[in-house]
């Protein structure tokens, strides 16, 4: 069974609308510098486990009112039978939502598929070419084109996000993600905080000005439905 290495019991940001509480998995196939999870990503097997007893009781005494949980990471789709934590979730009648990088296209769709995910996050870490150094490692970006075509044909919310991070995002980034991504829903532009970095050197990086983030804000604005501007 996937072990849940983190719950915060009362996440509104994480799932935007509804009462939702968030669960972390440990792992990543990713290694992005400018991570903030550092532990879960490279050193998962030194934090705690959540019984899954405990989790289950935990959204038993909930079940008025929670209306739904944010899975997220590390990379959710690194686990093989994420599935059987998501069912346990919607056994509830609880909305579901995970936060993903877009790197395993198949196992997305087949959750999709099982009717399991209400709500898919999808990380846009900067335009195609910059991927590998955004993401730490080499990347297969065929299956990131995958993923978003899954996602916009899925039926299900969805979001597209960006973290602004100087060095690996810029204007012209920005412009480019924004026609891969031409006739999306949502996309959320998200400040950088340099805090806790998987890459230390990435917390001596300055953020961009919140006027810089509502320039590209206003780049972004003709190719989706609707923008976002988060943390600025
Ligand atoms: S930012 Fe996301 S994709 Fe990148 S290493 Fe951290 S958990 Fe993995």
């Known amino acids: ?72 990471g590390g990379e959710p789709l690194v686990h093989d039978d994420l599935d059987v934590l998501l069912t346990v979730i919607k056994e509830r009648n609880l909305l579901s939502k995970v ?17 399991l995910l209400d709500h898919v996050a999808m990380d846009m870490k900067t335009s195609f070419d910059k991927y590998p150094e955004a993401a730490g490692r080499p990347v297969d970006i065929e299956k990131i084109n995958t993923s978003i075509a899954i996602i916009r044909n899925s039926g299900i919310n969805y ?16 412009e480019k993600i924004s026609v891969a991504l031409q006739g999306s829903k949502t996309f959320r532009i998200q400040q950088y905080m340099p805090h806790n ?17 509502r320039d590209w804000v206003e780049i972004a604005k003709p190719h989706f439905v609707e923008v976002l501007l988060e943390g600025a």
């Open 1 to 72: 069974m996937v072990e849940i290495k983190g719950l915060e019991k009362f996440a509104p940001k994480d799932f935007p609308g509804f009462i939702a509480a968030t669960v972390f998995l440990g792992r990543c196939n990713f290694k992005c510098p400018f991570c903030h999870n550092a532990d879960l990503v490279l050193r998962p097997d030194s934090l705690p486990t959540f019984p899954m007893d405990y989790f289950l009781a935990f959204l038993d005494a909930r079940k008025d009112w929670l209306e739904g949980v944010c899975i997220t």
């Open 99 to 115: 936060d993903t990088n877009g790197s395993f296209p198949q196992k997305l769709d087949a959750l999709i598929e099982k009717g």
């Open 197 to 213: 970095t998987l890459d230390r050197d990435y917390e001596n990086i300055k953020p961009y000005s919140a006027d810089v983030l």
């Open 159 to 174: 979001t597209f996000r960006t973290t602004a991070v100087p060095g690996l995002v810029d204007r012209e980034d920005i």
